[in-house]
């Protein structure tokens, strides 16, 4: 634990808190273990990251198709995942027991891990990217089983943002393209990629050209349409976040709905426009004005909460009093800003809203040709900081699957029986207990000009007038 404390201190938080709810002598026996662990790697020379390093299909000690085995990144020095650092220096049975308080019980037990398919493994390896593949189980019903595999991938950009735009996109489709086919290999019938693929996160910059250019319409852009035919390719749904152009030269953050057959579903805008940090997002383009929307598909109803939406409660509750029974978190966060966030928003709102969530996040530094300043007295730069990956899905019953790493383009893709979501329900009966007229009211009052907030003051405390 000492060790992971050297690496981030909201990991060394989040692992001392389970440990100590332990009370077990010797987990402080495997502390010291991992302490001698970590005096060995100080003397050790650093780990290199990436490529393939001996990957058998037919050993199945790992269901995982991950090609390295280190704990940091060699190139930015980043820490690869916290997963990784739990698998390599907790021992057992203390690792198991910390998992369950981390990420929760699926059915009793741990998320499962599956075995990715032959192909999908091949392409993974060819391609240099990660892929996870997890299950989560419903308890027994008289309905029929609602199995569905679906999935998030995270990437960083492949050209500099000094390219021709038309370049960085021509890469970044090709990428993507990979993605969607050993997804596809691996039986995945929704696919959601990370916000506004297409493109650098360009929005710190404040310039308005050259990435105003990225923008394309929702329903003809270049992007839709390689989406399109990938969809009806591998008759998946595909959830592409894009900057959508409309007819009158208005720029949205849009995520559009592909259907399995190739067909247009339709598309969601983003609710919420960040003004904090280098997020100057609202300067490009507006709130969105498409509400709450639940896709119903082929494989199960659901919805899309764009990166920053995922800090308001109530924008998740809408989506899953409309009937979304998994809803997709496209993102491109940075680390020193959300990172101690990210583990904890979609979770709680998979249990508060019993249902999936799947979140997603780029990776790497993107580094842009002018200097920006950040409006919080510090230095200009020239890049946004860390995306630090880590997408991850969760179930309605408090679990999750482990997630991809920080610092390497992945898929994850879930299993997962969606009868679960109405097992917690009426397990939880969150539904029943709600008190919705009684927020509507509330929040009737609160928008209201003259709204008083409803505080009783100790009288036997003196106020200052």
Same mark, same amino acid.
């Not at 085995?69 to 020095?77: A, G, L, P, R």
């Given at each position: 634990?000492?060790?992971?404390?050297?690496?981030?201190?909201?990991?060394?938080?989040? =692992?001392?808190?389970?440990?100590? %709810?332990?009370?077990?002598?010797?987990?402080?026996?495997?502390?010291?273990?991992?302490?001698?662990?970590?005096?060995? =790697?100080?003397?050790?020379?650093?780990?290199?990251?990436?490529?393939?390093?001996?990957?058998?299909?037919?050993?199945?000690?790992?269901?995982?198709?991950?090609?390295?085995?280190?704990?940091?990144?060699?190139?930015?020095?980043?820490?690869?995942?916290?997963?990784?650092?739990?698998?390599?220096?907790?021992?057992?049975?203390?690792?198991?027991?910390?998992?369950?308080?981390?990420?929760?019980?699926?059915?009793?037990?741990?998320?499962?891990?599956?075995?990715?398919?032959?192909?999908?493994?091949?392409?993974?390896?060819?391609?240099?990217?990660?892929?996870?593949?997890?299950?989560?189980?419903?308890?027994?019903?008289?309905?029929?089983?609602?199995?569905?595999?679906?999935?998030?991938?995270?990437?960083?950009?492949?050209?500099?943002?000094?390219?021709? !735009?038309?370049?960085?996109?021509? *890469?970044?489709?090709?990428?993507?393209?990979?993605?969607?086919?050993?997804?596809?290999?691996?039986?995945?019938?929704?696919?959601?990629?990370?916000?506004?693929?297409?493109?650098?996160?360009?929005?710190?910059?404040?310039?308005? =050209?050259?990435?105003?250019?990225?923008? $394309?319409?929702?329903?003809?852009?270049?992007?839709?349409?390689?989406?399109?035919?990938?969809?009806?390719?591998?008759?998946?749904?595909?959830?592409?976040?894009?900057?959508?152009?409309?007819?009158? &030269?208005?720029?949205?953050?849009?995520?559009?709905?592909?259907?399995?057959?190739?067909?247009?579903?339709?598309?969601?805008?983003?609710?919420?426009?960040?003004?904090?940090?280098?997020?100057?997002?609202?300067?490009?383009?507006? $709130?969105?004005?498409?509400?709450?929307?639940?896709?119903?598909? $082929?494989?199960?109803?659901? *919805? !899309?909460?764009?990166?920053?939406?995922?800090?308001?409660?109530?924008?998740?509750?809408?989506?899953?009093?409309?009937?979304?029974?998994?809803?997709?978190?496209?993102?491109?966060?940075?680390?020193?800003?959300?990172?101690?966030?990210?583990?904890?928003? *979609?979770?709680?709102?998979?249990?508060?809203?019993?249902?999936?969530?799947?979140?997603?996040?780029?990776?790497?530094?993107?580094?842009?040709?002018?200097?920006?300043? %950040?409006?919080?007295?510090?230095?200009?730069?020239?890049?946004?900081?860390?995306?630090?990956?880590?997408?991850?899905?969760?179930?309605?019953?408090?679990?999750?699957?482990?997630?991809?790493?920080?610092?390497?383009?992945?898929? *994850? !893709?879930?299993?997962?029986?969606?009868? =679960?979501?109405?097992?917690?329900? &009426?397990?939880?009966?969150?539904?029943?207990?709600?008190?919705?007229?009684?927020?509507?009211?509330?929040?009737?009052?609160?928008?209201?000009?003259?709204?008083?907030?409803?505080?009783?003051?100790?009288?036997?405390?003196?106020?200052?007038?």
């Amino acid at each position: 634990l000492k060790f992971i404390a050297t690496t981030r201190t909201t990991t060394m938080m989040a =692992l001392r808190t389970a440990v100590t %709810s332990f009370g077990n002598p010797a987990v402080r026996s495997a502390a010291a273990a991992v302490t001698a662990s970590r005096r060995f =790697l100080r003397a050790a020379p650093r780990c290199q990251s990436g490529g393939y390093d001996g990957w058998n299909p037919n050993d199945q000690k790992s269901t995982s198709v991950i090609y390295d085995d280190n704990t940091f990144d060699k190139d930015t020095k980043e820490l690869h995942s916290v997963e990784r650092t739990i698998e390599k220096y907790v021992p057992e049975p203390e690792k198991t027991a910390m998992k369950k308080i981390l990420f929760g019980l699926n059915q009793g037990k741990l998320v499962e891990e599956l075995a990715i398919p032959d192909k999908a493994a091949k392409l993974a390896k060819k391609g240099d990217f990660d892929i996870k593949l997890s299950k989560f189980e419903a308890g027994p019903d008289i309905r029929d089983s609602h199995i569905v595999r679906f999935g998030v991938t995270q990437n960083a950009i492949l050209k500099p943002t000094t390219d021709p !735009i038309k370049e960085q996109y021509k *890469a970044l489709e090709k990428r993507h393209g990979e993605f969607v086919e050993a997804a596809a290999a691996a039986g995945c019938n929704v696919l959601c990629f990370q916000e506004a693929w297409t493109m650098p996160f360009a929005f710190c910059t404040r310039e308005k =050209l050259p990435w105003s250019e990225f923008a $394309e319409s929702a329903e003809t852009g270049e992007s839709v349409q390689k989406c399109q035919e990938w969809a009806r390719k591998y008759n998946m749904v595909i959830l592409s976040p894009i900057l959508e152009r409309d007819i009158h &030269d208005v720029l949205w953050n849009t995520c559009v709905v592909i259907g399995n057959h190739g067909n247009i579903i339709g598309k969601h805008r983003k609710n919420h426009i960040p003004r904090v940090g280098d997020f100057n997002e609202s300067t490009y383009y507006m $709130e969105g004005n498409t509400g709450w929307p639940v896709f119903d598909t $082929e494989f199960g109803k659901l *919805a !899309i909460n764009i990166c920053y939406g995922r800090h308001h409660p109530l924008n998740w509750m809408a989506f899953g009093m409309n009937g979304a029974e998994i809803v997709f978190n496209p993102s491109a966060t940075v680390g020193a800003l959300s990172e101690p966030m990210w583990s904890i928003e *979609a979770r709680c709102a998979a249990i508060a809203n019993n249902y999936f969530v799947a979140g997603n996040n780029r990776i790497g530094t993107e580094v842009f040709p002018n200097e920006f300043s %950040s409006g919080n007295k510090q230095p200009a730069h020239k890049d946004f900081g860390h995306f630090y990956g880590s997408s991850y899905i969760a179930g309605p019953d408090s679990s999750r699957a482990e997630g991809l790493s920080r610092v390497r383009d992945g898929i *994850a !893709i879930a299993e997962a029986d969606l009868n =679960l979501c109405r097992q917690v329900r &009426d397990n939880w009966v969150f539904r029943m207990t709600g008190r919705y007229g009684d927020y509507a009211k509330f929040l009737t009052n609160f928008v209201s000009p003259d709204f008083k907030p409803q505080v009783i003051h100790d009288k036997a405390v003196k106020k200052d007038d």
